[in-house]
């Protein structure tokens, strides 16, 4: 409700600040009713190699199909997750739906599962990956787990136990989103990471703009020399994956391959995949 300030103008930012809050009150509401109704769903997006053309892995995104708005981005409800603790579920229903999912698939190919922060701090992420993985019939080695900078934030020495004993496990850990942290070089000596994903920021205007160019250079150089496999995200025109290409980049992901797809159109997907580094640019239509 708004309120007037103490000379009786109308104040708009606390009218601001309490629109922002009663929304986010409404979808917290909402994604609690989602999660205990279990509407949430995965959209797997292909990983690409780059040099081959073929499909690699899949990443798994959650979709919230709201009853009313539609599809719901998980930019708008992740942070309200994180904020209420909804994450821990939400990303446990992510991890089974996705590892069950990819059982299904064929054997060379794949799952990516993001992991938020908090998913860490419960102190069970190691059981639950290890139950899942049992009960999925999932190899761990056909699991990646990707985490950001933040998490690493924190120094925590449970935090790199936790990714030591997962990676023990077999399963893959990746960085995502990289560069836009502010201190990431450390944060790669800190950690054996098993591939780094470029953020889609420095992907974008790359064929146009030398600097970005100067920098996925130097990621890339950079990912080679410590051996790890660099994913692109957010590859989106002929002219950045060329680019991409040259620079020796291994993986590519956005919306010139495809975007998202429910699981149903997966196995389909994976049999009829064209051929991406054909010149002709077999673009899948989303
Ligand atoms: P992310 O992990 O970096 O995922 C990549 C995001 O880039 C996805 O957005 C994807 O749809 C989008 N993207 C892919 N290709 C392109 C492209 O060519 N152009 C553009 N403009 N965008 C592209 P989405 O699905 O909206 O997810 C946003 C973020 O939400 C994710 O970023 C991730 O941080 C978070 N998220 C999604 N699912 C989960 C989850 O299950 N758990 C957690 N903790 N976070 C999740
Ligand atoms: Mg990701
Ligand atoms: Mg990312
Ligand atoms: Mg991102």
């Known amino acids: 409700r708004a309120k007037n300030?103490?000379?009786?103008?109308f104040s708009f930012f606390e009218a601001g600040m309490d629109a922002r809050a009663q929304s986010r009150r409404k979808i917290e509401t909402e994604l609690r009713e989602a999660v205990q109704g279990?509407?949430?769903?995965?959209?797997?997006?292909?990983?690409v190699d780059l040099s081959s053309?073929?499909?690699?892995?899949?990443?798994?995104?959650?979709?919230?199909?709201h009853p009313e708005r539609g599809m719901i981005s998980?930019?708008?409800?992740?942070?309200?997750?994180?904020?209420?603790?909804?994450i821990n579920a939400v990303g446990g229903l992510m991890l089974r739906r996705?590892?069950?999912?990819?059982?299904?698939?064929p054997d060379d190919v794949h799952v990516a599962v993001n992991l938020?922060?908090?998913?860490?701090r419960l102190g069970n992420l190691l059981s639950l990956v290890t139950d899942t993985l049992k009960q999925s019939g999932l190899p761990a080695r056909r699991l990646e787990l990707e985490i950001t900078e933040t998490l690493l934030l924190e120094k925590s020495s449970e935090v790199l136990a936790t990714l030591h004993a997962l990676r023990a496990l077999g399963v893959r850990i990746s960085m995502d989103d990289f560069g836009t942290g502010y201190s990431s070089l450390s944060y790669?000596?800190?950690?054996?990471?098993?591939?780094?994903k470029i953020d889609q920021s420095f992907v974008r205007d790359l064929a146009a703009n030398p600097d970005a160019q100067a920098i996925v250079r130097s990621i890339i150089s950079l990912g080679k020399g410590l051996g790890v496999t660099i994913t692109a995200e957010g590859v989106e025109t002929e002219a950045e994956v060329n680019c991409l290409r040259n620079e020796g980049c291994h993986e590519g992901q956005g919306f010139l391959f495809s975007r998202a797809r429910p699981n149903a159109e997966i196995v389909g997907l994976l049999k009829t995949q064209g051929n991406w580094s054909s010149p002709?640019?077999?673009?899948?239509v989303a």
């Not at 998980?74 to 909804?86: N, S």
């Not at 002709?280 to 899948?284: F, K, N």
């Open 5 to 9: 300030d103490s000379r009786g103008t």
């Open 38 to 47: 279990d509407t949430l769903r995965p959209y797997y997006q292909p990983l």
């Open 53 to 65: 053309g073929r499909i690699t892995g899949f990443e798994a995104l959650v979709r919230w199909p």
């Open 74 to 86: 998980p930019a708008e409800f992740i942070p309200v997750a994180e904020e209420t603790g909804l």
């Open 98 to 105: 996705a590892c069950t999912d990819a059982a299904q698939w």
């Open 116 to 120: 938020s922060p908090l998913q860490f």
């Open 188 to 196: 790669l000596r800190s950690f054996p990471f098993d591939k780094i």
């Open 280 to 284: 002709a640019g077999a673009a899948l």
